[in-house]
């Protein structure tokens, strides 16, 4: 069964994916060549769900409050 993807979600482009993250296009860059940011690729664009962005910021800002030796 297909998904349906808000409209909206879909950011187009480096520019609108650092503009969405508060980042530099050159961060958006760095992310995605280090293979951290989740993204996929149309031809030579970037794109990328807002909703996917949102849960990646979640769990990075999760996994900084970790106290030090705790379980992961």
Not at 2 to 11: N, W, Y
Not at 38 to 54: M, N, Q, V
């Amino acid at each position: 069964m297909a998904q349906t993807v808000p409209a909206g979600d879909i950011l187009y482009g480096a520019p609108r994916i650092a503009r969405h993250l508060g980042i530099t296009e050159r961060q958006v860059y760095t992310l995605v060549e280090a293979g951290r940011l989740p993204h996929w690729r149309e031809g030579k664009a970037i794109l990328s769900r807002r909703a996917t962005l949102s849960d990646w910021v979640l769990a990075r800002e999760a996994s900084a409050r970790k106290p030090e030796g705790a379980p992961a």
